[in-house]
């Protein structure tokens, strides 16, 4: 069974920066992609940013320069550090882990992560 722990949350001033960190565990199949996301209150869940396992990167507009999605080695666990937080960065952060194993797709999440920037 396939775990995601998210860890780094918490509460930041704005213009402050965190590192949100993900853990995978459990049977691990062929990761293709590592994603980030986020869901505030009242609002649809979104992708924030994405990391595949050659490494290529995506962001959302809203976070571009900002934010910065990254990966260790072994490719399971994955970061995203956060710099110049905006209050509009509010939200439960959500990693997700896009796995395929013979032609088969496997889609997991984890518990989200509470992230909370004051003006």
């Known amino acids: 069974q396939v775990q995601l722990v998210e860890s780094g949350g918490g509460l930041v001033q704005a213009g402050g920066s965190l590192r949100l960190t993900c853990v995978v565990s459990g049977i691990i199949f062929r990761i293709n992609a590592m994603n980030w996301y986020r869901q505030a209150p009242g609002k649809q869940r979104e992708l924030v940013a994405a990391i595949t396992g050659g490494g290529s990167t995506n962001y959302a507009d809203s976070v571009k320069g900002r934010f910065t999605i990254s990966k260790d080695n072994a490719g399971n666990t994955v970061y995203l550090q956060m710099n110049s937080l905006k209050p509009e960065d509010t939200a439960v952060y959500y990693c997700?882990?896009?796995?395929?194993?013979?032609?088969?797709?496997?889609?997991?999440w984890g518990q989200g992560t509470q992230v909370t920037v004051s003006s």
């Open positions: 997700n882990a896009k796995m395929g194993r013979s032609g088969v797709k496997y889609n997991y």
